[in-house]
């Protein structure tokens, strides 16, 4: 019964469209052979729909289930809704790919077989079935009574005292195939999967989400805010939530080993202590962050347990993996070499909410963004290795970034982009660029650098504790030395600071940026927000995420481009370009409803989680998804994401020449 799960026998009969077939879910995968000779109407449900069998075929533990169906029945869209036609007893057998919803008779294509021939019995003349019977029972008759001395009898036995005879020991080989690949026949129960989350935070509601549509799934939310946590397990049926203490070993031993699967969603500096958990507990584990030193030490002790511990499968990093490597993978395979790469991502305000002195915007914290644009850098442009300091960063931005004609980008390098080249299994000798970057609108860099000189984005603990001011004005005379804040006495510290005159554009931009945030007298605001933190960079962080949060109804957007060239042995060049655009959604009353960013983070993540449990992922370790046996599967899954969700990378590639790569390239307009 669809609304309860109950069956009346009665009820059934009177009232089919009440009830639904769950063959799909308790029987087909459990059968290789399926011989279907019911009958049906339309009123009644169908045994198995083409939707239920795409299903089982992208169910990496049905791999040899369903292989076959005897529609005896022959009911064309019915009972079996992919048998489509009756076939000839000349031409016995077609197919159905229920994943493409294809049909064709390619015996080595993939999808089940079906042999639908109508009126079977007259196939077989009664002159025919009574000779083959009346030569056949008197060996029958001769084995019932377990006489097996015939001739023919003998020459008719595969096996016997549990081994294969000598003229069928060539079988043997087929037998110890099959034992070397254990997927191939797998018991499995129907019980729900148990997932334990880690953390509660922004990205985690698209995540939930996905995972608990399956509903296969039992899902516990585990977090030191249980506040949080239980806001979250409140928008869903059925889930839990547990008191996280990470310094708890006990506890975290009896989470993880309760689980099936771990997907970390905590600060990246507390992965490790559920990863040896999960390492103990035999348990695989997902996690969005980078790989760090200490995750990589664990990388022999999770090969020896068996457990896959899947990191950097979020956002960027994450699907920038993915979509690279497809494409990295695709060229080295047709023996072309990668001559450049360049990738940009990026989080940003929808162009429509940018309109402010940063055209940028804040979720959580903006202290690790503002303390970004403070690492060095080091990168290749068109054969010339960069290496950029941190305190120089800002300062050597790539001014216009023209990945798409609407957006007046600029962008940032992102850290080392060389450490990527081995990655990615790149050749270092074979590449003219490397280089990785971050989205920003422009004027965003000269801002921050501004911000920098003057001392807003200081780390340094001063010598008498924790600062408090009263305003932000307060907060700006301290950090600038100044008596106070007036506009003119503003104006002129900055013009001293920046070593420009006061007359300059980048003066008066830096001033009217710090007016709207409060800090300079008959500024934009009341001036009245008080400030404690413990410095001047946590203090500008405060002031920060209260004038540039995101609104109720606005929203943020994600952006992120490839960029490859290839050259190939016969002279031939190839730019491929792989792009994304995302957009956060609003609820039905305007208010927020899922940022892009939570939604290209978290639901990757619950992807990655999906393979794993279905066993999609062999590979052991301390991994990214940079391995094709991962990437594939979760770009699979990528691409089948509702309109509401979607997570789609669209592809490009053009044949050039050498002198229309120069000038179609992104590559030669960074210079």
Request: one cysteine or more; aromatic letters at 8%.
């Amino acid at each position: 019964r669809i609304t309860d799960g109950g069956f009346d026998k009665s009820e059934y009969k009177s009232h089919p469209e009440l009830y639904k077939s769950v063959f799909h879910e308790k029987i087909a995968p459990y059968t290789t052979l399926l011989a279907n000779g019911i009958f049906w109407s339309k009123e009644f449900p169908r045994l198995i729909t083409k939707e239920q069998m795409k299903e089982i075929q992208e169910n990496p533990l049905c791999k040899y289930r369903m292989v076959s169906v005897a529609d005896i029945s022959c009911d064309i869209d019915g009972s079996i809704e992919f048998t489509n036609k009756s076939s000839a007893i000349e031409s016995p057998f077609f197919y159905y790919d229920g994943i493409k919803n294809r049909y064709h008779e390619d015996i080595s294509g993939k999808g089940v077989q079906i042999m639908s021939i109508d009126n079977l019995p007259t196939e077989l003349p009664a002159e025919a079935s009574s000779n083959f019977a009346e030569m056949l029972y008197p060996f029958v008759e001769e084995m019932v009574k377990n006489n097996f001395d015939n001739k023919i009898i003998e020459r008719s036995i595969i096996a016997e005292n549990k081994k294969l005879k000598s003229e069928h020991e060539h079988l043997y080989k087929n037998l110890e195939n099959l034992k070397e690949d254990p997927s191939k026949f797998k018991v499995f129960d129907n019980r729900k999967k148990r997932i334990l989350l880690a953390g509660s935070g922004l990205v985690t509601r698209p995540l939930v989400r996905y995972l608990d549509r399956a509903k296969k799934y039992e899902i516990s939310i585990a977090s030191n805010n249980m506040v949080e946590a239980n806001n979250l397990a409140s928008q869903f049926d059925g889930i839990k939530t547990i008191n996280l203490d990470t310094n708890n070993p006990e506890l975290v031993d009896n989470l993880v080993s309760n689980s099936d699967i771990v997907i970390s969603m905590l600060p990246a500096n507390f992965h490790t202590v559920l990863a040896n958990s999960a390492i103990k507990n035999k348990k695989n584990m997902v996690t969005a962050s980078y790989i760090s030193p200490e995750m990589e030490k664990l990388n022999q002790r999770a090969k020896d347990s068996g457990v896959t511990i899947l990191n950097e499968i979020g956002l960027d990093p994450g699907i920038d993996h993915c979509s690279a490597m497809k494409i990295i993978d695709d060229i080295k395979e047709r023996g072309g070499k990668v001559r450049s790469f360049i990738s940009w991502c990026g989080g940003l305000p929808a162009p429509e909410n940018s309109n402010n002195a940063l055209g940028y915007k804040f979720s959580w914290s903006p202290r690790g963004v503002l303390t970004a644009g403070l690492n060095s850098a080091r990168f290749k442009l068109n054969n010339k290795v960069y290496d950029i300091e941190g305190k120089n960063l800002l300062q050597n931005k790539f001014p216009s970034v023209d990945l798409f004609r609407g957006f007046a980008f600029e962008g940032l390098a992102n850290r080392d982009s060389m450490s990527f080249i081995d990655v990615y299994g790149l050749n270092e000798n074979d590449l003219e660029t490397m280089l990785r970057g971050t989205l920003r609108y422009k004027g965003y860099s000269d801002l921050m650098a501004s911000f920098s000189k003057l001392g807003f984005l200081s780390p340094n603990t001063p010598n008498s504790g924790a600062l408090e001011f009263n305003n932000g004005q307060e907060f700006c005379s301290y950090v600038l030395k100044t008596k106070d804040a007036s506009y003119n006495t503003i104006i002129d510290i900055v013009s001293k600071k920046l070593s420009v005159p006061a007359s300059d554009n980048l003066v008066k931009s830096t001033v009217e940026a710090l007016s709207s945030f409060d800090l300079v007298q008959n500024g934009a605001g009341n001036g009245n927000q008080k400030i404690i933190a413990p410095t001047i960079l946590d203090g500008f962080c405060t002031v920060l995420q209260k004038h540039l949060a995101y609104k109720p109804n606005e929203r943020d957007m994600v952006a992120m481009y490839h960029e490859f060239s290839a050259e190939f042995d016969s002279g031939e060049y190839e730019l491929h370009r792989s792009s994304l655009v995302s957009y956060g959604t609003l609820s039905n009353d305007f208010s927020v409803g899922e940022t892009a960013m939570a939604r290209t983070v978290g639901i990757p993540a619950a992807i990655a989680a999906k393979v794993i449990l279905d066993g999609a992922i062999s590979t052991k370790g301390v991994i990214r998804p940079t391995i094709k046996e991962v990437y594939t599967p979760i770009l699979s899954h990528l691409d089948e994401l509702s309109n509401s969700d979607s997570i789609k990378f669209e592809e490009e590639y053009h044949k050039v020449n050498k002198e229309m790569l120069r000038s179609m390239s992104i590559a030669h307009k960074l210079l």
